[in-house]
Nanobody
Framework: QVQLVESGGGLVQAGGSLRLSCAAS????????MVWYRQAPGKQRESVAA???????NYADSVKGRFTISRDNAKNTVYLQMNSLKPEDTAVYLCNIVGATSTWGNLVAYWGQGTQVTVSS
């Protein structure tokens, strides 16, 4: 059973930075995608940043130039570096990894429990 454990959230002033981490409890041999989502109260969940198994990245327009997604395959971890934070970035941030724990296994979508990011003005 793969578990994703997120950390790094917290309270920060506008203009500040945070680095989120999402670590998988077991090695994921084949990764299709690693995505950071966020969900603010009363709003739909939205994709913030994604990185494919091949290393291609994609960002929501609202975070381009401020957020950076990266990964460390050896540590089974995906990161989200968030700079120049704004109050509208306040949300619960969740990581999602689509992958297989063996080379020929089926792809499965795994979710973290979420970490709160609050940006004060």
């Amino acid at each position: 059973q793969v578990q994703l454990v997120e950390s790094g959230g917290g309270l920060v002033q506008a203009g500040g930075s945070l680095r989120l981490s999402c670590a998988a409890s077991v090695r994921i041999e084949r990764i299709s995608s690693m995505v950071w989502y966020r969900q603010a109260p009363g709003k739909q969940r939205e994709s913030v940043a994604a990185i494919t198994g091949g290393g291609n990245t994609n960002y929501a327009d609202s975070v381009k130039g401020r957020f950076t997604i990266s990964r460390d395959n050896a540590k089974n971890t995906v990161y989200l570096q968030m700079n120049s934070l704004k109050p509208e970035d306040t949300a619960v941030y969740l990581c999602n990894i689509v992958g297989a724990t063996s080379t020929w296994g089926n792809l499965v979508a795994y979710w973290g429990q979420g970490t709160q990011v609050t940006v004060s003005s």
